[in-house]
């Protein structure tokens, strides 16, 4: 975050022109590779290895080689040797500064004294810039009397470098009464807490559209509702992990089917940051009270099922696929189908997947937790009382473990998390047939 920082200040100044800045920026990119690929090139771990520590950031508020060494998939010497090897993004931007722009060594100290003074940075927020420490850097930004305000934004952005680019940087946060936006797509949370979290687009809408594509992998060119599915997905991955985190404090939370609304006003006490994705901006928006109204006529964001597939006689088994998600249904049939899995049937809610089992009789029903309509448990309670027998795995973000533990209770075969992981839903998917 601190190059772009920098970088605006110095266009700001007249010292780089934006050519100039985003062939830095470009060569920065290619120098700083990530931990994970560089971890593989040098055969500490193996793709899989690092597959499954990328699944464990979504469930776990940690770095990559915090995990990777907790889990013990390297050593702690291993992970310092890495993070020499990939050096610092603040070293690697001033070199390739020097080497692109000409600019002396003396000068860039010059222009970092006075963008620290102009900013008003301390010696320790520069500390924090320079290293990328998110913990160091989104208080500077974003500090609030209300702490779970600072605590998702530092979740959020965490996230959007996980899955979208380590390209942004962030303005200072805004609190407001309304706001006025041409998109919002998000859910609340409810419980001890009555918290809505989202992104909106103001105005201009490529950044939501980059996380929306970044999160699904995909390669969406316009605001519509597979954006929202997107990014209602990625607001739920964030929800779950701010969640688990107030859950160890002794704080339920429910996390609700996500919204989206299209030309209308937020009204209430909230708290809006200023994301900046490649040069365009995306507001990621955080309630501040529980009466916030984020709009009042929802889209429709449901994605419509797909016609299931046909039943060979190789097949290894038949499924039905529940979720309120196309994103999600569609990496989970991909995944299923591509191992030799049948999928009869898909469907949005907890009301028609029941009607699905029933039509179907599958040899697994996988059930998203949390849907409108009808819940995952409540489909689970359904289908279990029409057949006792029925092998249902049940699909959850972090941070729902209460209804993961109910869910359990009532007959559920397994639970599988969010975002996916290919090993752990083929693994699952696997014992529950043989159970």
């Known amino acids: 975050m601190f190059c772009q920082l920098f970088g605006k200040y110095l266009i700001e100044k007249d010292v780089l022109d934006t050519a100039s800045y985003n062939s830095i920026m470009e060569k920065l990119s290619d120098s700083r590779a990530r931990l994970g690929v560089l971890a593989v090139a040098d055969g500490i771990i193996t793709e899989s290895q690092a597959d499954e520590i990328n699944h464990l950031q979504t469930t776990k508020d940690a770095r990559f080689g915090e995990i990777a060494v907790g889990e013990g998939y390297m050593s702690e010497e291993q992970l310092n040797m890495l993070l020499n ?113 989202g992104f909106a687009s103001a105005g201009e809408s490529q950044a939501i559209i980059d996380i929306a594509n970044g999160f699904a992998r995909s390669n969406v060119s316009m605001l519509g509702i597979e954006v929202y599915d997107a990014v209602g997905e990625f607001t739920n991955c964030i929800s779950g992990l701010f969640a688990t985190a107030l859950s160890k404090k002794g704080s339920k939370l429910e996390i609700t089917p996500q919204f989206a609304y299209e030309n209308q006003f937020a009204k209430g006490d909230a708290y809006v940051l200023p994301i900046h994705i490649h040069d365009s901006e995306v507001l990621l928006y955080i309630s501040a009270s529980d009466n916030v109204i984020p709009g009042n006529m929802p889209v429709v964001r449901k994605i419509m099922a797909k016609a299931g597939g046909e039943v060979t006689l190789d097949s290894k088994g038949t499924i039905v696929i529940v979720d309120d998600s196309g994103m999600s249904r569609k990496i989970l049939r991909d995944i299923l189908e591509e191992d030799g899995y049948a999928v009869l049937a898909e469907a949005t809610d907890g009301l028609e997947g029941v009607l699905a089992y029933k039509t179907h009789y599958p040899d697994i029903i996988t059930l998203d ?25 049940m699909i959850t973000a972090a941070g729902q473990q209460n209804k993961v533990i109910e869910a359990l209770k009532n007959g559920a075969a397994r639970f599988i998390t969010k975002p996916f992981n290919k090993e752990e839903i083929l693994k699952n998917i696997e014992e529950v047939l043989e159970s």
């Not at 952005?157 to 309304?178: C, G, M, P, W």
């Not at 819940?375 to 006792?388: F, H, R």
Request: net charge negative; charged share 30%.
């Open 85 to 197: 090897k990939q050096g610092s993004a603040y070293a690697i931007f001033l070199s390739v500064m020097f080497e692109t722009a000409n600019i002396t060594a003396a000068k860039i100290d010059e222009l970092l004294k006075d963008f620290q003074k102009e900013l008003g940075f301390t010696d320790d927020d520069m500390d924090g810039l320079k290293n990328d420490d998110l913990e160091q850097v989104v208080p500077i930004f974003a500090f609030s009397s209300k702490s779970y305000v600072t605590d998702i934004c530092r979740l959020a952005l965490a996230n959007i470098e996980r899955f979208v680019t380590s390209d942004f940087y962030i303005d200072k946060i805004r609190h407001i009464s309304q706001l006025e936006y041409r998109c919002l797509a998000g859910q609340r949370l409810a419980g001890d807490l009555d918290v809505i979290i």
């Open 369 to 393: 937790i949390t849907m409108p309509n009808m819940d995952g448990t409540e489909a689970l309670k359904e289908i279990k009382s029409y057949d006792p027998n029925a092998k249902v795995i």
